[in-house]
């Protein structure tokens, strides 16, 4: 039997029922980087090729391509590994006033994006996906975004004359209800002198909460009712984690940086100098889950 398969690639390969399987399972989950890589490296076969070409020697290039497209290695410029455990990778991202950034993907779990300035237009341009480029508005510094898991390859490029910094905030733990992870937040305004907790977002999986501790004064956070915590700064802060036994770890965080609070620990923020000190807590209510096991999801576009 011969197979041809699906996407740019011109090798013809005779496979056994078990190999054809295995490729099938192959070209349905990696089609967009295969695509990809042929396009980059406009893969023409000759005959001769299409015939000696193996099966060993097309997942051999499924691998090579498919690893040359972490973000963190394709352009470490723009990607840098902030936070990474095994509930959540966090990666701070910088898109440079008009740069463009080449083709990359993304891990398939559901992520926030949290804005640290004030961003013009990005546009998104995806391969091997029927809607092609898509543009990211403006952004606001301190909101922040849901959307649901996904996997999916694409260049970047910055349209406007600002550059665009955001957190890329991935949770590595079980999805209750993909639907629900869906929707922007903003800052609000709050009671100038007075400390302020309130929550923008919660569903079985994930609370999110907005933490503001006004100058001069200090706000606990209690432990979290089901898991541990990771705190954003959007703004300078003082962080201890305190334990049971009255022991602290003290961090003093600058904008988007993090601080993981253990379940059972005691979190207390203070705002350096005579500024208020404004931090966004995410609150992981189920446990984390291994990427493999997580089931594939259609293909749709995150708007990073």
Not at 223 to 240: D, F, M, N, V, Y
């Amino acid at each position: 039997m011969l197979l041809l398969p699906d996407g740019d690639a011109c090798a013809y390969f005779a496979l056994m029922p078990g190999e054809r399987y295995c490729c099938q399972y192959f070209m349905k989950t990696l089609r967009p980087t295969w695509r990809y890589a042929c396009k980059v490296a406009s893969v023409r076969c000759s005959p001769m090729i299409k015939r000696t070409f193996s099966l060993p020697v097309i997942f051999l290039l499924f691998t090579v391509a498919a690893s040359a497209q972490d973000p963190l290695k394709v352009a470490p410029q723009a990607y840098k590994l902030e936070f990474e455990n095994e509930w959540v990778k966090v990666m701070r991202v910088h898109y440079s006033p008009h740069e463009k950034i080449p083709a990359h993907d993304h891990t398939e779990r559901a992520a926030a994006y949290v804005y640290l300035n004030d961003g013009g237009p990005v546009i998104f341009k995806h391969i091997g996906l029927a809607y092609g480029a898509v543009t990211r508005p403006e952004t606001k510094a301190g909101s922040f975004r849901l959307y649901k898991a996904l996997k999916e390859v694409h260049e970047v490029e910055d349209t406007s004359n600002l550059p665009s910094d955001f957190l890329r905030v991935e949770f590595k733990t079980r999805m209750m209800d993909e639907k629900t992870l869906y929707g922007r937040f903003h800052r609000e305004s709050w009671p100038a002198g007075e400390n302020c907790q309130k929550t923008q977002f919660e569903d079985d999986q994930i609370r999110i909460t907005r933490l503001v501790c006004a100058p001069g004064k200090r706000l606990d956070v209690l432990e979290g009712a089901s898991g541990p915590s990771l705190l954003i700064a959007l703004s300078p802060a003082r962080l201890s984690v305190i334990e049971p036994k009255g022991k602290a770890s003290k961090l003093n965080l600058g904008l988007g940086q993090t601080g993981w609070q253990p379940a059972g620990k005691l979190a207390r923020i203070e705002g350096p100098g005579g500024e208020p000190a404004e931090l966004l807590r995410f609150e992981f209510k189920t446990g984390p889950v291994d990427a493999p096991d997580e089931k594939p999801k259609a293909h749709d576009h995150s708007h990073e």
